[in-house]
């Protein structure tokens, strides 16, 4: 079954660049699937942040489109995000998952799963 | 904000059954996903699609969707269902967007 998991630095500073990757296993990350970054502020709900096909093709978060790369590296099966110019408002635990979707009878419907464990990223100086 | 609203809490006595909602006009045209989370863990998928459960999920979860409203309901509580919940859809724009609603801690009394 596919595994994901999060690496990075846990302390950023502010106006730095947040970089993570996530390594995908037991699986390709060249399926038929989108590979996402989901955040959490600290007693805060779950936010979108963006994804990513295996031919490069990206969505972002509106609000977050301005400071966010996503990018895939297909030789490793993993795929990475930076988020820059940081402030402590990006303080947050830092998801990766897999999106699925799928339309039936017209109605569509996407879902994650699996996710990675997730890891916290603290901005400060 | 969010473009899916949920109450930010509800509660249920052991055993009995509650309803939890999500509302937003995308859902009008795409099924919501529904997660739990536990404190310190990463959300786990409980439904997805018009009502499927993941291979672990006990079957007292299940789901449904009229107009633009999702539900996730627990026939049953257990202690062990205490968590929060949040859905999950694309967004109204047409945009291959997704949001997640503001989330629901439930809380088993």
């Known amino acids: 079954q596919v595994q994901l998991q999060e690496s990075g630095p846990g302390l950023v500073k502010p106006s730095g660049t947040l970089s993570l990757t996530c390594a995908v296993s037991g699986g390709s990350i060249s399926s038929s699937n989108w590979w996402s970054w989901v955040r959490q502020p600290p007693g805060k709900g779950l936010e979108w942040i963006g994804e990513?096909?295996?031919?490069?093709?990206?969505?972002?978060n509106p609000s977050l489109k301005s400071r966010v790369t996503i990018s895939v590296d297909k030789s490793k099966n993993q795929f990475s995000l930076k988020l820059s110019s940081v402030t402590a408002a990006d303080t947050a635990v830092y998801y990766c998952?897999?999106?699925?979707?799928?339309?039936?009878f017209g109605v569509g419907n996407n879902w994650f799963d699996p996710w990675g464990q997730g890891t916290l990223v603290t901005v400060s100086s | 904000s969010s473009e899916l609203t949920q109450d930010p809490a509800v509660s249920v006595a052991l055993g009995q059954t509650v309803r939890i909602t999500c509302q937003g006009d995308?859902?009008?045209?795409?099924?919501a996903s529904w997660y739990q989370q536990k404190p310190g863990q990463a959300p786990v998928l409980v439904i997805y699609g018009k009502n499927n459960r993941p291979s672990g999920i006990p079957d007292r979860f299940s789901g449904s969707s009229s107009g633009n409203t999702a539900s996730l309901t627990i026939t049953g509580a257990q202690a062990e269902d205490e968590a929060d919940y949040y859905c999950?859809?694309?967004?109204?724009?047409?945009?291959?967007?997704?949001?997640f609603g503001g989330g629901t801690k439930l809380t088993v009394l």
């Open positions: 999950n859809s694309r967004d109204s724009s047409g945009n291959h967007h997704v949001v």
């Open positions: 995308s859902l009008r045209s795409y099924y």
């Open positions: 998952a897999r999106k699925n979707s799928i339309t039936i």
């Open positions: 990513i096909y295996h031919s490069g093709s990206t969505n972002y």
